[in-house]
């Protein structure tokens, strides 16, 4: 951000008030590499991503300081709490008919809120992401869900930016045997009143629990990966909401309190107030014992059966103002140099999209560079990821777990 | 009252100045409230709601806690105003013009500068099961070496916001009763009743508060208003399962499915009911109250318990200023810990990295909530003084519509903020820093005139008059008399203008799309973040920047006059 022009900014925006912001429609050609390069320069991409996290902000930061020494575009990282707020915004923006110059050049973004900008028509039409010159280091093979997001084809529509996967964390100092799996979760919560919890739904990480419970305990897991039946429902995912059932009464708080993120759930386990945590970043706790935030004890782990993952992706809305740069700015994120630096634990802890093998020398050796956190597992330990069920499942289950413990 | 100039003196220009206050804040108000009330009964065609109906009314009953975060919502509203009201009251009453009032009442006056959001993480810090208090006692006293699984904060019951909602209203109504007090004659008549023989809590019940209260009526409206429809507060320290109305409705308004808004409308108005029924309710018990205190005051007992409740009032504000004041401090240690582990007291150790990392991004933020707070309290200042001054030459008697300026104080921000986003988008307005200035100044202004009204009216005109049989145009007369003879209650309009401002959330984040940060939007937006360290350092800056204006309205006034006495302008 620009430091001292706020009071200019704000008398310069005092004068646009009354004629509002004209935004011009861009060619935006990414097979045009160098023509997208000369379009995209002096322009100010409204990168809009979630800000929960200070290392992740820092590495946006740089990103911007980059890309503004680079390639002559400035970045504004809009720092967002819910994607879904996003969403909304460009859906009132085509509500409102402003085809061109919208509020969001670029956003952070996956699964259903994916969908349903797919579904709705609120994302760049033509495929963008895979003409990018980084995207064939992109582990395409290795890596599915970098074309296949939460089952829905992303067929260019938004660029391959980090993968995640379902990770939890406990004090190797306080519970040397965490749980391992749905199972032993419950049994763990009987023994020990009030140790466990996790983020209400629909916060993404809460939902995911959910989902990485439905993955185990519904009799056949094949049936999430179709959209849901309404028919069926019910008879499926009983054995979900019995083992919640179950679970709740032994919960932190008696499941009357629940944590809104996942954030706040890593500081109730800074707190020691509970006993495991969770999150979608397998460095989380890395990176919070860096920070002293965490004890050093801290370790990270998956469940015996494979936990659910993922890949996050960064696109452009249908009305973006600055398109150009923000094809710019995403191609420089899929970057070896930028994956390099995002994957090191003493940066952010991300994995990467690329397949590292097949990079150049000089670029593998900045992968081998970077230092893994004393807390993340490693690539052979978090094993295969399980697939995310249709992002129809997900909005089901939310409204059905809202009913019966989100609303007394 | 002879005035100094008869009416059509007044120069049209000024004349514009109540239109223009009028429009400002009425505008916004009743707009966004049309901006809910079509689609909540299905009338937006940009999404193509074309016929009136009942579906979003149907939808939204069917809401899985709806009608209970309706309740919680009137419930929390409601009972901590009575808190702060009562307590304040008693307190008041039973101390009045002692050594103990003076005290407590310097130590509480800086915490009106506290934002509601700083005020609430405060508090969560305090007296969580993991927080200041219980890392203080634990294990030596209560044998705890982990934090007890206790709800404390965010009960279903919604007791910890009603509790916070209370403690952070106290220093406002205090404020304002004292102002009050000041203009009413209180002093004399308790010299009356206690020489009557009655206590001085009963006679300041029976006396002194029945002329004194409908001076402070407004202002607890609008903590009934305030209480019954926070979301920053209420994000922090309320219920979750299901949360208060006006959480919900934020929820609703930012779903992902456009149709949703239908329901998310309807909701805003039930919160307008709420929020109504919450003011109706208060009516009802100030009659109920006025019929007891009446009965009471024929019997002639001189005395009710009058130093049980003293002692209860000086409780309860004390314990207000005391938990919000110790919030700051466990805010002040945090932000400065490296690590602090449970039960420890204190950090085990400290560091001001925290500090220098946030530097850069937090300079930049207090220059854009500073700069944000300075335009709207220098505009709100000019069309309020503008309006007086307008009204005065008028030669009427406050200011004109002054029931419409008071709309924004006493209508849920959450009500019509929506609304007015729904307008904002249709008319093509880009989110960004002018439609966040508007917005601030819907709330800025009524403060503003809330603070200057009385003082205005207070100032002795027979200065104005003296001026005019001497030559003096009315424009010289507000110059060289009116406005520096007003300069302190004008420097402290100005900073409780300015406090308003960086306070504001939901405004700053709906006009401002998400791109304008001030330290409000990112000590909330942090609030459900993991690094207390981060959040504790953007709590404390909205707290400063503030309370700093506190501190210049205080040292300003006196400059100014030095300054004319030096250049011999006014002796």
């Known amino acids: 951000m620009p430091q001292i022009p706020a009071a200019v900014r704000l008398l310069a925006a005092a004068a646009c008030l009354t004629t509002g912001l004209a935004g011009s429609a861009s060619a935006a050609d990414p097979s045009d590499w160098p023509g997208l390069l000369a379009e995209a320069k002096g322009e100010t991409v409204y990168f809009h991503a979630w800000g929960g996290s200070e290392p992740i902000n820092d590495y946006l930061a740089w990103a911007a300081r980059e890309m503004a020494a680079r390639y002559g575009v400035t970045v504004e990282h809009v720092k967002v709490g819910d994607t879904a707020t996003v969403v909304q915004t460009v859906l009132a923006e085509k509500s409102a008919g402003r085809t061109t110059g919208g509020s969001v050049d670029l956003v952070w973004i996956n699964g259903e809120n994916f969908a349903a900008m797919k579904r709705q028509g609120l994302l760049r039409d033509a495929p963008w992401a895979d003409q990018l010159p980084n995207f064939r280091y992109v582990d395409t093979a290795g890596k599915p869900t970098t074309t296949l997001d939460f089952t829905i084809p992303v067929e260019g529509l938004e660029a391959p930016w980090g993968m995640a996967q379902l990770v939890f964390f406990h004090d190797s100092a306080t519970v040397a045997a965490p749980p391992k799996s749905a199972a032993a979760l419950l049994a763990y919560a009987e023994a020990n009143l009030g140790r466990l919890t996790y983020p209400q739904p629909p916060d993404f990480v809460g939902s995911t629990f959910l989902k990485q419970l439905a993955a185990e305990l519904v009799a056949d897991p094949a049936v999430l990966q179709q959209p849901v039946d309404d028919a069926s429902f019910d008879a499926v995912t009983a054995p979900l909401f019995s083992y919640l059932d179950a679970l709740t009464p032994h919960l932190w708080r008696q499941g009357k309190a629940y944590p809104q993120s996942s954030t706040a759930l890593m500081q109730l386990f800074a707190d020691d107030e509970i006993d495991l945590s969770f999150a979608f970043n397998p460095a989380a706790a890395s990176n919070a014992i860096a920070s002293g935030e965490l004890p050093e004890s801290v370790r990270g782990y998956v469940f015996d059966g494979g936990t659910i993952g993922n890949t996050h992706f960064v696109a452009v809305p249908f009305n973006a103002n600055a398109a150009a740069g923000a094809m710019v700015l995403a191609d420089f994120l899929m970057s070896p140099e930028a994956q390099a630096r995002k994957e090191d634990a003493a940066v952010w802890g991300d994995p990467t999209v690329l397949a590292v093998e097949a990079l150049p020398d000089a670029d593998k050796a900045r992968f081998a560079a970077a230092t893994r956190g004393v807390a993340t597992p490693s690539p052979a330990e978090l094993g295969r990821a399980l697939p995310e069920p249709h992002p129809s499942w997900m909005e089901r289950i939310e409204a059905a777990w809202t009913a019966r413990y989100g609303a007394s | ?571």
């Open chain 2, 1 to 571: 009252m002879a005035r100094a100039e008869p009416a059509a003196a007044g120069s049209p220009a000024l004349g514009l100045f109540p239109v223009a206050l009028i429009a400002l804040l009425a505008a916004p108000v009743l707009a966004g409230l049309a901006g809910v009330a079509l689609p909540a009964f299905g009338w937006l065609p940009a999404l193509g709601g074309e016929r009136l109906s009942l579906g979003a009314f149907a939808a939204l009953a069917e809401r899985p806690g709806i009608a209970r975060s309706a309740l919680l919502s009137l419930w929390t509203g409601l009972g901590s105003a009575l808190l702060a009201f009562v307590a304040t009251v008693l307190f008041v009453a039973g101390f009045a013009g002692t050594r103990t009032f003076s005290v407590l009442r310097g130590l509480i006056s800086p915490l009106l500068s506290l934002p509601h959001a700083a005020a609430a993480i405060g508090l969560a810090f305090l007296v969580s099961p993991s927080g200041w208090l219980i890392r203080l006692a634990s294990p030596w006293a209560t044998g705890w070496t982990r934090p007890p699984d206790l709800l404390v904060i965010n009960d279903p019951a919604g007791t910890a916001l009603l509790l916070g909602l209370a403690a952070k209203e106290v220093p406002f109504l205090m404020l304002m009763t004292l102002a009050a007090l000041g203009r009413g004659g209180g002093a004399a008549t308790a010299m009356v009743t206690a020489s009557l023989g009655y206590g001085r809590v009963t006679g300041f019940l029976l006396a002194v508060l029945p002329r004194l209260y409908p001076q402070i009526r407004l202002p607890i409206f609008a903590v009934i208003a305030y209480a019954t429809s926070t979301v920053d507060m209420a994000l922090v320290l309320g219920p979750t399962t299901p949360p208060t109305l006006a959480v919900a409705l934020v929820r609703l308004a930012a779903d992902p499915d456009l149709a949703v808004r239908f329901e998310a409308s309807a909701a805003a108005l039930l919160q307008l009911g709420v929020t109504a029924s919450a003011l109706a309710i208060w009516m009802l018990g100030e009659r109920a109250a006025a019929m007891l205190a009446r009965r009471a005051a024929r019997r002639g007992r001189r005395d009710h318990f009058d130093n049980a409740l003293a002692a209860a009032g000086l409780a309860g504000t004390g314990l207000a200023a005391a938990a919000v004041g110790a919030g700051l401090v466990s805010l002040g240690l945090w932000s400065v810990a490296e690590q602090w582990r449970f039960p420890a007291g204190l950090p085990d150790s400290v560091s001001l990295e925290r500090w220098s990392a946030a530097l850069p991004e937090l300079v930049a933020t207090v220059g854009t909530t500073a700069a944000l707070a300075a335009a709207s309290t220098a505009i709100a200042l000019v069309l309020v003084l503008g309006s007086l001054e307008a009204a005065e030459r008028r030669g009427s008697k406050g200011l004109a519509g002054a029931g419409l300026i008071y709309l924004p104080l006493l209508v849920p921000q959450v009500a019509f903020l929506f609304g007015l986003q729904v307008l904002l988008l249709a008319a093509g307005v880009t989110p960004g820093l002018a439609p966040v200035l508007l917005a601030h100044l819907v709330f800025v202004v009524p403060y503003v005139a809330l603070s200057l009204e009385d003082p205005w009216q207070a100032f002795d005109r027979r200065y104005a008059r003296a001026a005019a049989a001497l030559g003096a145009s009315p424009a010289r007369i507000f110059w060289r008399i009116r406005l520096p003879l007003l300069a302190r209650p004008v420097a402290t309009a100005a900073a409780v203008g300015f406090a308003v401002s960086v306070g504001v959330y939901l405004p700053t984040l709906l006009a401002g799309g998400g791109r304008v940060v001030t330290l409000t939007t990112e000590a909330v937006a942090r609030a459900g973040g993991s690094d207390r360290r981060t959040l504790a350092i953007y709590a404390l800056a909205q707290t400063l920047l503030p309370f700093a204006g506190f501190v210049a309205a205080a040292l300003l006034p006196r400059l100014v006059h030095r300054g004319q006495r030096a250049a011999g302008g006014v002796r």
